[in-house]
């Protein structure tokens, strides 16, 4: 499964879009990226996954660019509770049980 | 009661004893995971049952011992642990290999 690379931390106001960057330069064209959140002490949490097209969830939008490098998690309107820690994975499709975590991004949400 | 449930969710042990961890999923799922949390570190996956069979191991010590007793069970039996053992134990399931997996609160786990 292909790395990602994600910024260590972001802060966004309260009310306003949180964007989430995450790179994935050496994806190939079978793997899907996934997101997760995990809200301080609790279990991770699944958010959205996405192959090629833009998806779109009750808890967030998922935009993939392009050449498929890179992605963006859109949450569009911040709540203190979507303070956490982010997670970007890339895995194939359904070919194993692995998710490989990486350290993810501490998204803080301000008042 | 819904979603992933796991006890307990604190547990303080001796390295000479012995405990169990207890996961219970209600989603209909047919794959459950342990996975541990230390402080500063990746979530690392420890077993993977799938219908009941031990599908992965990752090297884990024997000190864990992992046991399905049917698809919506899952059990952590701990013995001897060592103070690096202390760690967030988290327990997921999902449909078969599916990337969305649905974890439960986890048990803090502290091992003096």
């Known amino acids: 499964d292909a790395k990602t690379t994600q910024p260590t931390s972001m802060d966004c106001a309260e009310g306003r879009a949180a964007n989430l960057p995450c790179n994935h330069s050496?994806?190939?064209?079978?793997?899907?990226v996934y997101w997760y959140r995990q809200i301080h002490s609790q279990g991770p949490q699944y958010i959205i996954h996405?192959?090629?097209?833009?998806e779109t969830n009750e808890m967030a939008s998922l935009i993939i660019t392009e050449d498929r490098k890179s992605s963006t998690l859109i949450l569009p309107h911040a709540t203190l509770r979507d303070t956490a820690v982010y997670y970007c994975?890339?895995?194939?499709?359904?070919?194993?049980?692995?998710?490989?975590w990486g350290a993810g991004t501490k998204l803080i949400i301000k008042p | 009661e819904t979603g992933v449930t796991q006890t307990p969710r604190h547990l303080v042990m001796g390295m000479t004893n012995k405990k169990s961890l207890k996961c219970e999923q209600h989603?209909?799922?047919?794959?459950m995971y342990w996975y541990k949390q230390s402080a500063k570190k990746p979530l690392e996956l420890m077993f993977v049952?799938?219908?009941?069979?031990?599908?992965e191991n990752n090297s884990v010590p024997s000190r864990f011992s992992p046991e399905c007793p049917n698809s919506s069970h899952l059990f952590l039996h701990l013995h001897t642990l060592q103070p690096e053992d202390s760690a967030l134990y988290l327990c997921a399931s999902s449909f078969h290999r599916a990337g969305e997996q649905y974890f439960g609160p986890g048990t803090r786990l502290t091992v003096t």
């Open positions: 049952y799938s219908l009941e069979e031990r599908v």
């Open positions: 989603l209909g799922h047919n794959a």
């Open positions: 050496t994806i190939s064209g079978n793997e899907y």
């Open positions: 996405g192959l090629k097209n833009n």
């Open positions: 994975i890339v895995r194939v499709g359904d070919s194993n049980y692995q998710l490989i």
